[in-house]
């Protein structure tokens, strides 16, 4: 099994930034997709971020210029920058890992428990 932890979340003014952390522990492949999911009331779920293990990054138009995700291998951790936060940022936020499990051999997902990015005057 895989666990995912996340940390990072709160409540920020307009303009400001925050940086979300996600920790995976277990059963985690070299091999692996990881990223970022939010979900905001009444809207759908929306992927923002993903990066491959090789590093290549893909990022939701809504994003594009203020978030940046990136990963520490050695760490098994992957982080979220988030820069120039708007109230339309606001969501929970859930990091995700994605692999090929060569001991049940299919590709799993795993998701953390989610953190609450509030963006408000």
């Known amino acids: 099994q895989v666990q995912l932890v996340e940390s990072g979340g709160g409540l920020v003014q307009p303009g400001g930034s925050l940086r979300l952390s996600c920790a995976a522990s277990?059963?985690?492949?070299?091999?692996?997709?990881v990223g970022w999911y939010r979900h905001a009331p009444g809207k759908q779920r929306e992927l923002v971020a993903a990066?491959?293990?090789?590093?290549?990054?893909n990022y939701a138009d809504s994003v594009k210029g203020r978030f940046t995700s990136s990963r520490d291998n050695a760490k098994n951790t992957v982080y979220l920058q988030m820069n120039s936060l708007k109230p339309e940022d606001t969501a929970v936020y859930y990091c995700?890992?994605?692999?090929?499990?060569?001991?049940?051999?299919?590709?799993?997902?795993?998701w953390g428990q989610g953190t609450q990015v509030t963006v408000s005057s």
């Open positions: 990066v491959t293990s090789g590093g290549s990054t």
């Open positions: 995700y890992l994605e692999q090929w499990d060569t001991i049940v051999r299919r590709t799993t997902r795993h």
């Open positions: 277990g059963r985690v492949f070299s091999l692996n997709t």
